[in-house]
């Protein structure tokens, strides 16, 4: 886990580095310098930096692989489907 301190409330919170990599591989910036963190009481976003979090992110890369590659899938399966439904729709209305 990644202890943060929110630079508002100066409360201390944790992020997953599994929930923080794969937000950051769906990310269309292929090399952020850092990652926006909402602090959960104050709703305040903080920067943090990648680089001090490289460590962690390291450790399970792998399982953000898997992760982001079972979320291109979905995203590519919804967007078949939605495809289909164009189609269908746009058949329907021709007739």
Do not use: W
């Not at 508002?8 to 950051?24: M, N, Q, T």
């Not at 963190?37 to 953000?64: F, H, W, Y």
């Amino acid at each position: 886990m990644i202890n943060h301190t929110c630079f508002k409330c100066k409360r201390r919170f944790e992020l997953d580095p599994v929930f923080v990599g794969f937000e950051l591989g769906k990310l269309k910036k292929k090399n952020p310098n850092y990652y926006q963190a909402i602090c959960p009481t104050c709703r305040a976003i903080n920067k943090v930096s990648i680089s001090q979090m490289q460590a962690d992110l390291d450790g399970v890369a792998e399982e953000v692989k898997t992760m982001l590659a079972e979320y291109e899938e979905n995203q590519a399966k919804a967007k078949a489907e939605q495809q289909a439904k164009n189609r269908e729709k746009a058949k329907a209305e021709k007739k």
